[in-house]
């Protein structure tokens, strides 16, 4: 969402948790830009998160806090951000008021489009101030999370001794470290191809106008080389990733990269389809991936072909400093799409 960038205020620390692994980003303020003072990931096992929610707690926080520890960092302040099931965006058109007359009219807006027991969820919004001249209609983002989901995580974290502050949406730390790395013009799809979802978000003239998460992802690699060659899910995560050679199963690991892509793409082609069905007046000008599965070799390649759209992998530390002597720059380089979302988190100052 629209936040100030480059606040004077204290950041946290970014803390993404993924189905994969634990992506952490620590930023300081300059006096231009954001310098990166720290960063890191550590992956988690099999099945500690699962579409958005904490099932093993505890296993989690010992490797966040080894994470910390890892990195050196002592600052308690993190925020975290949510996706899956258990998290619903909905962007509604409503009469123009004041934030106060907002506040209590969202309840029983939001009653008509969120299906849980509102009683059960957290419940937020921001008015993106969509309405130009005299016009008395504005588009208004209603984000409603389950209490227990979000609950889960911030025991987790204050069980570790943090404090956790900020509560984002994956898709919206995406927006947001986009908007403070990326020139603001043109009409940008941001995908997000995680270990278990991909999430889209097209931004048209700086609003999100379509979002949404689909349940593929890398992963589904992993599985499918598992299956097809009868082996551990760790060594077919290595063969995927080059780390062990493929030597006779190259063939067959080459159609499956094909036939999931193909599918990622067509998830893709689907969004754009229906962003320029309601935007024929603005076309889409680029497609910036992010996510771990992003980097499938071939992948950028194929889909500018298949939507004949400029493709390029995310960069979150375009605008960013960084002191080379401490990170180094070739693993900055390599890491820069997973890190996409935990920097969006890392750049909201916190507001308690
Ligand atoms: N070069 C690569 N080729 C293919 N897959 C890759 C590559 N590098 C990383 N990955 C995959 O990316 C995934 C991790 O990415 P990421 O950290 O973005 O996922 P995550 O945030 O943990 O998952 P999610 O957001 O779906 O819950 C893993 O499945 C990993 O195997
Ligand atoms: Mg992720």
Redesign the pocket.
Known sequence: MNLPFLSREDLVVGV?I????V?VCQLKRTDKAYAIVNLGSATLPDGAVDDGTLNEPEIVGEIISELFKNLKIKKKKVGFSISGYSVIVKKVNLAVMSDQELEEHIQSEAEQYIPFDLDDVYLDFQDLKTNVGDEDRTDVMLVAAKQEVVDEYLEMLEGLGLNPVIVDVDGFALENTYEYNYPKEGNVALVDI????MNINIISEGVSVVARDIVV???Q??EQIESAFDIEFEEA?AL??GHIPAEEKQEEMEEIFLSTCTQWVLEIKKAIDLYHANHPEAPLSRLVLS???S???GLVEYLASETDTEVELFNPFSNMTVNEKKIDPDYLKNVGP?MAIATGIAIRPSVI
């Open positions: 993404d993924g189905s994969h692994a992506k995680g270990a278990s979802k992802g890398s992963r690699l992993t995560e995927k990733l996510g771990g599965g980097k499938v070799s997973e």
